[in-house]
Every structure is written in C-alpha cells, then in structure tokens.
C-alpha cells in the first residue's frame, strides 16, 4: 500500500501508536525520505578526523556519507561516491586518505575537500562537457553540514531550522560534554563499539528514556553487582564506584525510579534527569571538582556540575549520558535492524580517575560483553517479533498519559512518577515529520 | 603498564620454544580442560583456573599492548567474573533463557617460551560455536595464555583473546567468555 498523510497520522494517538510505525518496510522508506534525510543527523566528532587526510565514514538515512580533514585543517563532509561510475571511494570504515581521495576503479582522484583533481589520460576529456569546476564531477556535498562546538551533523535536504535551533535545548548534553572538562575540550577516545540491534529505531530510543524498565530487565546484573559489592566489604574493601552504575538497577527498586523526571522539548528531543549520585566525597571527585573550581571559578563550575542529566535524547538519532561522557547514535538499516556506534570521550585535564568511571561504564554497559544491553537487546528483539503478532495492533503508552504539565512548549512528566512521556514525545513528533507537506519541516 | 601485559608484549608471539613432551602436553590438557569447564558449564571451577590477579582479557584493537585503562571487548578479574557468573546463572538473567551452549575446539598449540619457574606462554587457534536462542553462532581467533606454574598445577595469569572479527560490528552481546 501507498500510505497516505491520513492514514501515517492516524497511527499515532495521543497515548499509543500503531504497530505498522515498527514493522512496515514501506514506512521504514518514508522515515528515511522525511526524518532520515530531511533533518539534522549526528555525523561525528571533529576530533575523529584531526590530521589532513583523516576521514570517518557513517550511513546519514540511506546514503554513504564521508567526514575528512582537508588539507587547511576545515572539516568536509561530502557522499562517499564517484561522481564517474558510482563506486564508493572509501571502503575502509576510516583512516587517512592521504593528500587525496583516489577511487580504485579508474583512478580518478580528488582533493579533500571533494573537488576534482585529475585521471589518467585526462586529454581524453578535452571537447567534452566534463568540467573540472563543474560541482556534477565532485564529490557529491550534502545540502547541509553544520557543527555544534565540534559535533558534526548533516542534514541531506535544503530548509528547515539551522542545527542550533534544530537542536534547542538537548545542545545541552553537548554543552556539557564539553564544559565538564577542565581543559573545556573534549575528545573521542579510540573507536567506537557497533551493535547491531534486530529491531526498529524507534524501539532502542523508546527505552532509552523508560524508567519502568531497569529494575526489571537488569534486575539479575542489579543483583549480581551487589553480591560482588558484599563480598569486597567482607574482604574488609570499599567497592569501587563503577559497581553503583550496575547496582542501581537493584538497590532503586521499582518505586524509587519515580523520583527522576523526564523532560519533553521541541522537535522530538526529551531527557530523563540522572540518578547516579556522581559527585561522591571521595579524593578523586574532590580533585576533579578543584580543576573545575580553577578552571571556571566556583560559581560557573557549580553551575554546570549541577545540570544533572542522565540521558539526552537529541531526536531522532542520539542518546547523550553526559556525566559519563557516552555518546550513542543510530544507524537505521532496515525495519527491523538498527546499527548503532557507541563512543565515549575524555574530558581534558580531567583526573585520569574520571576518566576511568567513563571507560567502567563504557565497559559495563556499552561493551559487546555488557551484562545490561544483552537482556535490553533482547528485550528489543522480543518486541520486534511480537509487533509483528496481529493479536492487538497497538503499543501502549498510557503510563500517566493525559497527566504531563506543559508549559512554553515543553512537558514535564507527573512528579512521583515513570510518566510514559518520552515515548509520547517521540511519536507525535514522528507524526509532525511524517505527515509534514513537501518542502515543510517540522 | 600491567606487568602481566608486559610480559606478554615483550615475547616473540612468533616464537617456537624448545620444550619437553611432558610440557607441551600438560599445557595442552590445561587449555583443552578450560574450554570443556565452558562447553560443559562447569562455572564453579572456573575461577580457579587464574591467579589470584589474573586476568581474562578480548581487546578491541589488534595492536593493544595493555588491557588496563583502555576500551575492551572483556577485561575482567576475578572480581568480575564472579559477578559474570552471578548474574549469568541468576534465574531472572532473561536473554540467557533458554540457556545456551558452547562447543570449542582448540588447537595449534605452540609454547612461545617457558621460564627457569616453569611459567609458560602459549599460543593457540579456536573455533566456538554457541547455540542461543535456537540459532548457531561461530566464533574463530587466537589464545595467548601466560601461565604460572604453580604446585597445584597451572594458573591463568593473563588469557589474551583475539577475535578475528574483532572490530565488530556485533548483532548479539559475549555474555559467556570464548
């Protein structure tokens, strides 16, 4: 079938959504024309490219897209494909490319900013309409490449609201991926990890920001981790901090999730406040927060130690954990799979212990041996099966639905509660950008 | 840097030590041993196979010299473990049900060099195959096993697991060490 704006819209009520939102191949291929392709995608962090040559490939909607440093240190981003016979010029997933892209098949080259540059017998060409300055025999360049203080995103159609306006209020994870650093940088540390997920996109983004989950899903590493914490005190040791990131899954319980609201802002962005207590009395925070104290005098450093932030969710392709310097964004490959790149970041001039708490996260939860997303990526995977079942054609979101407060455009979930808001959120936004008329966004 | 690691940066991981039959077999039956501890879920005898300090670690990089403080598909002591096998055998451990299975095969066992203590470091290919779910999955790559002669016999100072796929990307999560 041939969805019309009527029937996308009417998938979407005000609390739940239709299960052909998940399931259908055909609206997966409009998500990827309207969303995908026509607003802001995470590209990558400008310190993934940081020499002349250095370049980083990601798949933006459905089209193979290549970031690299040119040779006067600017970032480019431009289609990683011949404008000759439509073969990919880059097939290692990054590297260093040298002081011009080459393709394999004719050798055509082009400088790193994407231009053309030569080809073997070159006055082959002479008296035709092959046009060294002619854009058509480039490097394709997407309609837009923008930056936010060094996060790159592109958006592949003309239009719509800049990236800073774009992103609103969820810039704040970025902010303060940043302005929690000492040295007010930061910096990608090595490569990423990629899962791949059997199941929708909007699956993974749903859970990410549900806080009636965790002590369900992650109830048996909750425990385990406790165990572990008890047998260290029996040995007489404190446990390490890391463990209270597994720990509270168990120790919250189902009742103490309610005490974190979550937040939802324009254009599909929505955040779930942290809970981890990451300010602890020990020496190692206490240096961490004397580095702040120094960096940005005590006022400003409080100020932004406070945004307590446990997951930002910048619509409709990124989750931020900023006090754990986390960053995930999502690939979508077909209806039922979704890539994702997992990174995490340095603070500079941070105490290398900081840095450690990041990197127990990244291992703890994040990791291809994660005891927390194996039974979350399980969890996706069941629902992408049962959605296909005809028994009920909805997915409900009713948890406080028709309770939230709204005010100046943003909602606040019900205090004292696991108000199902993000998911809410998120698909009437899904619906504006679905339904949007030609050349509209939203 | 760990001085585990260290070690086992600075042999040859080329090298072929001129060992003893005796040797050369006990090291085989050790390695063969802890992949039948794995295949046949014997989780309890487990974490005796390593140091008190040992190490089993699956780096994500090719050419990572050191575990410690550094992205990683596994580094894990025995703290870790013990918690992997808490929560891998807790009843609620919901993407372990129904539990799966693994059966290795390991071989070309080569002994790099063996020490004036009788410590060894050992290479060796694997292949896994892991029933999950009612799918099969395969697993292929590399052991390097420091181990420490002990009068219990030996002990896992550090295993170094090199996938070959290793940069991933991953469509299932290791739950279970390889």
Known sequence: MS????????????????????????IFDLEMERIFENTWIYMGHESQVKEPGDYYLAQIGRQPMVMARDSKGDIQVMYNRCPHRGAQICTARKGNTGKHFYCSYHAWTFHLDGKLESMPAKREYDGTNLDFENPEFHMSRPAQADNYRGFWFVNLSEGGPDLATHLGESTAAFDQLIDRAPGKETEIVGDCFRMVQQSNWKIFLE???????????????????????????????????????????????????????????????????????????????????????????????????AVDIHHMLVYPCNSVQPPLQQLRTIRPLAHDKTLTEIW?????????????????????????????????????????????????????????????????????????SMSELPLRHMMHAWRDYMTADAGEKS | MTEACEILAASDSLAVADVSVETQLAVEKFIYRQAEILDEAQTDDWLALFTDDGFYWMPAEGDQVEGDGQPNIFWEDQGLMLMRIARNTHPRAHSQAPH????????????????????????????????????????????????????????????????????GPYDYVLQWWL
């Not at chain 1, 390490?240 to 309610?258: I, K, M, N, R, V």
Request: aromatic share 10%; glycine share 6%.
């Open chain 1, 344 to 416: 995490h970041f340095r603070l500079k001039d941070a105490p290398e212990t900081i840095y450690r708490r990041s990197l127990a996260y990244y291992y703890l939860v994040n990791s291809p041996s994660t005891l927390i997303n194996a039974d979350d990526l399980f969890n996706w995977w069941k629902c992408q099966h049962g959605l296909t079942s005809s028994a009920s054609e909805w997915v409900s979101f009713h948890r406080k639905a028709g309770h939230d407060e709204e005010r100046d455009g943003v909602t606040y979930s019900a205090p004292d």
């Open chain 2, 100 to 167: 799966n299975r693994l059966s290795h095969v390991v071989s070309n066992v080569i002994v790099e060099s063996e020490n004036a203590d009788g410590d060894v470091i050992v290479r060796s290919r694997f292949h896994c195959a892991e029933y999950l779910r009612y799918e099969i999955r395969s697993f292929a790559g590399k052991y390097r096993h420091l181990l420490k002669k002990t009068p219990d016999g030996y002990r896992i100072a550090l295993q170094r697991v090199d996938l070959v796929n290793r940069e």
């Open chain 1, 3 to 26: 969805w019309t704006k009527e029937q996308l819209a009417a998938l979407v009520e005000p609390d739940r959504a239709h299960r052909k939102a998940y399931t259908d191949p055909e």
């Open chain 1, 207 to 305: 859970n990410q920001l549900d806080a009636s989950h965790p002590g369900v899903t992650h109830e048996s590493t909750g425990k385990a981790a406790q165990q572990l914490e008890a047998k260290i005190r029996a040995d007489g040791e404190e446990p390490p901090l890391e463990l209270s990131f597994l720990t509270a899954f168990a120790d919250l319980g189902h009742d103490g999730w309610t005490k974190f609201g979550t937040v939802g802002y324009p254009n599909g962005h929505s955040s779930l406040e942290g809970y981890m207590g990451l300010r602890p009395d020990d020496p190692d925070t206490n240096e961490y927060v004397r580095r702040m104290y120094e960096a940005y005098g005590e006022e400003k450093a409080e100020e932004i130690l």
